[in-house]
């Protein structure tokens, strides 16, 4: 935000983007974290993840916290309003100019940038799933990412079983408080594993 030209370089690279990221589609693990939900034994999805996707299978807002923001919306960094990004990004490519919200203040994608803080919000709502989970399951992540990676630590750290499921090492692979480590493609494993558990509920 510290000049308009770099203010137009970042919706230019966002415009660029765009195309690709409306088109993307919640896949069988997203879904199979819905049909948890449904049936009540879900406390809470904590991503890193920007794109959107979980609240776009259906997860509630009141399950999901997305610790790094969304690209799904725009978002005044003067006023905190959110609006959909598509009229946005066709003002950007008719006037090649960055919008700004009605109070004037600047406007972006609602995702966390570098050097910006985190939302105490976001970040609160986390460890009270952390807190409330009697299972907690790390899916596709290295876990090297901090804080979000901390949060299923402080979920283990009570005792509760913590599964890592990954294709690739994680940071957590050696730690004590792991239960069960699986590695592979989670979209095989995780929605075939919460489909068995459903039947046999």
């Known amino acids: 935000m510290a000049s308009e030209a770099a203010r137009i370089a970042h919706w230019d690279y966002k415009v660029g983007q765009w195309e690709y990221v409306s088109k993307a589609r919640p896949n069988t693990t997203h879904r199979a974290i819905v ?3 449904k049936v009540g034994r879900l406390v809470g999805v904590l991503t890193q993840n920007v794109d959107g996707l979980h609240a776009l299978a259906g997860t509630s807002p009141e399950r ?3 610790l790094h923001g969304t690209n799904t919306l725009v978002e005044c960094q003067g006023c905190g309003k959110r609006s959909d990004p598509a009229a946005h990004f066709e003002f950007f490519r008719q006037r090649r100019r960055a919008p700004e919200c009605v109070c004037g203040g600047y406007l972006k994608l609602a995702t966390i940038s570098f050097g910006q803080a985190l939302n105490p919000r976001e970040l609160e709502r986390a460890e009270q799933a952390a807190e409330a989970a009697d299972l907690v399951v790390a899916l596709g992540s290295t876990l090297s990412v901090h804080p979000a990676a901390s949060f299923p630590l402080l979920a283990a ?15 957590h692979d050696q730690l004590a408080c792991v239960s069960l480590r699986l590695e592979g493609d989670v979209g095989s494993i995780f929605p075939a594993a919460v489909e068995a558990a459903l039947a046999t509920s």
């Open 35 to 37: 049909q948890l939900e």
């Open 64 to 66: 999901l916290v997305e």
């Open 157 to 171: 750290q009570r005792g509760i079983p913590y599964v890592i499921i990954n294709q690739g090492a994680t940071d």
